[in-house]
């Protein structure tokens, strides 16, 4: 299984990004998919989560109203746009896949490898 995000990159306060995460090597439509973060000295923590089909969706408080996330199933790619950027947004971001919504935002089975974003003031 390989999970590669993209998008991350410098952005100013109050502006936008959107991450990719492209899925191989596993029944993507059968997998719950999340997104992390990790900023520096701070402990990984959950953003978002999608469920198989794409019909729940799941937020961590700090990013509802501003954060989206989606999946195109056909594309095997889960997305998450990421608007109102503040300073406190900057961290490492990971895409996460799990067999259930509930275990991908806990436990993640499989993980990528990270995109950076930075928001700055």
């Known amino acids: 299984v390989q999970l590669v995000e993209s998008g991350g990159g410098l952005v100013q306060a109050g502006g936008s990004l959107r991450l990719s995460c492209a899925a191989s090597?596993?029944?993507?439509?059968?997998?719950?998919m999340g997104w992390f973060r990790q900023a520096p000295g701070k402990e990984r923590e959950f953003v978002a989560a999608?469920?198989?089909?794409?019909?729940?969706?799941y937020y961590a408080d700090s990013v509802k109203g501003r954060f989206t996330i989606s999946r195109d199933n056909a594309k095997n790619t889960v997305y998450l746009q990421m608007n109102s950027l503040q300073p406190q947004d900057t961290a490492v971001y990971y895409c996460?896949?799990?067999?259930?919504?509930?275990?991908?935002?806990?436990?993640?089975?499989?993980w990528g490898q990270g995109t950076q974003v930075t928001v700055s003031s």
């Open positions: 996460a896949a799990a067999v259930s919504a509930r275990v991908v935002r806990s436990t993640p089975t499989y």
């Open positions: 999608i469920t198989g089909s794409g019909s729940i969706t």
């Open positions: 090597g596993l029944t993507f439509s059968g997998y719950a």
